[in-house]
């Protein structure tokens, strides 16, 4: 299985942007997806998640209310719309992907596998 992100750039504060991660090779129902982000300096830091099969997604509570996950499943990608971004909201963020994932472990890194390659996000003041 192979990840690549895109969509990051450069935001104003209270701007949008919209995160895609292409995921290439076989995605099997107990799949998981995340998206993570890692701001400079800081440790990485779980965003959202989605179960491949179902559709029950999980926030970070700094992404509740203003980020959506959501997957196609005919176009095997995974979507992160970010809105109302904050510069607190700058970090390289990462898409993963996980052979199983349960409720408890959708924000846990360590339970996802596959990494893809990052995209930078930055918002600006």
């Known amino acids: 299985v192979q990840l690549q992100a895109s969509g990051g750039g450069l935001v104003q504060a209270g701007g949008s942007l919209r995160l895609s991660c292409v995921v290439s090779?076989?995605?099997?129902?107990?799949?998981?997806m995340g998206w993570f982000r890692q701001a400079p300096g800081k440790e990485r830091e779980f965003v959202a998640a989605i179960k491949w099969s179902g559709g029950a997604t999980s926030y970070a509570d700094s992404a509740k209310g203003r980020f959506t996950i959501s997957r196609d499943k005919a176009k095997k990608t995974v979507d992160l719309q970010m809105n109302s971004l904050k510069p607190e909201d700058t970090a390289v963020y990462y898409c993963?992907?996980?052979?199983?994932?349960?409720?408890?472990?959708?924000?846990?890194?360590?339970?996802?596998?596959?990494w893809g390659q990052g995209t930078l996000v930055t918002v600006s003041s």
């Open positions: 993963a992907a996980s052979y199983t994932i349960i409720t408890s472990t959708m924000g846990v890194g360590s339970a996802y596998k596959y």
């Open positions: 090779g076989p995605i099997y129902s107990s799949y998981g």
